[in-house]
């Protein structure tokens, strides 16, 4: 058992407050705040308190069965097969999606073939993992994901009523299935600069006349794409965007990203936990490389209900679990109070765990007797050696995140 300090990753879209206040650090932050890792990632492995040179990473590589459990390194390689972010978003991120373990594994061996190095700009794959993940609000987040039923973008696109759209709202009127959005995606993505040059301001200026009409259905969706076409002039993800399902989620709802999801988060704090993996295909909304024809590969045009990207939730006492199929996480929510009817709660699941603190302190002791105390912006490393933990609060109003790796089994 450990006390962690996670790692600041100062991305320009990050906030210059929400994680600086998380962690009782001077705010506004010098620079952006993006995101706070608590994994034991390459990039970032979070740090032990108390050591000068000790992080995450060296502690696993050094026992990788005693932190993993012998039962999580025989299924998933001797690394944690999570990574644990606070995600602090003050402006869009880019338009991206993530793909299977397959495609992974094939486009990890291709572009080690072709004598790509790990960190060339037009490389897609630096592993050869999938990186399914779960976000869950902390502030009111918003978010595109997913490719929306297209009769109702259809619609969306009659009310912005840009006569330069009309060739392309055909496109999908004629065909309003996965075809047609695979058609029209595509079709946006590779006009020329010049065609994009005049075909987006003339759409900016259709949802403005929209939005002075009165327009109520789609408020949100033609205020976030005025957003992003003022933050990226010129670039096809800002029609793309009129494609996906626009989604506010409230603080506590969580929603869950499969492979060929595309998506990207808007605005709020949030936290993040996905497989171990930093594949990413870009699809706008970015100055970074794009691959149109991989990118392709990689996406599911099939339309995702609202109801399919939300993830369901069971709660255990003051454990809120959030219900995904990834293999390599789980995470939940847990509440607690000093004074109230759940001031403490036990923990006795085998393999590697993170919790980390959002509000009031925390005090984690084994049934052996060590004990961890951690506020927030805090986290606590439990590994498969370690004894059955209980979890007490040690003010009101105390909350956590825990991620764990799910189904195994105690060794031995």
Not at 272 to 290: F, Q, Y
Not at 358 to 384: H, K, N, Q, Y
Request: hydrophobic content about 40%.
């Amino acid at each position: 058992m450990k006390l962690l300090a996670g790692v600041v990753r100062p991305y320009a879209w990050g906030s210059r407050t929400a994680l600086a206040e998380l962690r009782g650090a001077p705010s506004p932050s010098p620079h952006p705040e993006a995101e706070l890792w608590f994994g034991a990632h390459p990039a970032s492995p979070a740090t032990i308190r108390g050591s000068d040179t000790d992080d995450l990473l060296t502690v696993i590589e050094g026992d990788p069965d005693g932190q993993l459990g012998a039962n999580c390194r025989e299924t998933f390689g001797p690394r944690l097969p999570f990574l644990l972010k606070i995600l602090a978003a003050q402006e869009p991120l880019s338009l991206q999606a993530h793909p299977s373990l397959e495609q992974a594994i094939d486009g990890f061996e291709r572009e080690n073939a072709a004598g790509l190095t790990m960190d060339a700009p037009e490389r897609n794959y630096r592993d050869p993992s999938h990186k399914p993940e779960l976000v869950v609000a902390v502030t009111e987040f918003d978010a595109l994901a997913g490719f929306r039923d297209p009769r109702v973008t259809v619609e969306l696109l009659h009310r912005i009523d840009a006569p330069a759209l009309a060739p392309y709202l055909g496109m999908l009127a004629e065909q309003p299935d996965e075809s047609g959005l695979r058609a029209i995606f595509t079709t946006w993505l590779t006009l020329p600069d010049a065609v994009i040059g005049t075909l987006v301001p003339e759409v900016l200026t259709g949802a403005i006349r929209a939005l002075e009409r009165g327009e109520d259905r789609f408020t949100l969706e033609l205020r976030s794409l005025l957003e992003l076409g003022e933050a990226y002039p010129g670039d096809p993800g800002v029609l793309a965007s009129l494609l996906l399902n626009r989604v506010r989620l409230q603080p506590g709802e969580g929603m869950y990203l499969a492979a060929g999801n595309l998506h990207a988060y808007l605005h709020g704090t949030a936290v993040e936990l996905m497989a171990n993996s930093d594949n990413v295909l870009r699809g706008g909304l970015t100055p970074k490389h794009i691959d149109v024809p991989e990118l392709l590969r990689v996406l599911d045009f099939h339309p995702a209900p609202m109801d399919e990207l939300v993830a369901r939730v069971r709660s255990e006492g003051a454990e809120r679990i959030y219900l995904t199929p990834a293999a390599e996480f789980r995470l939940s929510y847990v509440e607690l109070d000093v004074d109230g009817p759940a001031s403490s709660i036990g923990f006795d699941m085998p393999g590697p765990q993170v919790l980390a603190v959002m509000s009031g302190r925390i005090v984690v002791e084994t049934t052996g007797g060590e004990t961890v105390e951690a506020g927030p912006g805090d986290a606590v490393w439990l590994a498969d050696s370690d004894p059955d933990v209980t979890v007490r609060a040690l003010s009101s109003a105390t909350t956590f995140f825990r991620a764990l790796v799910p189904g195994l089994r105690r060794d031995g």
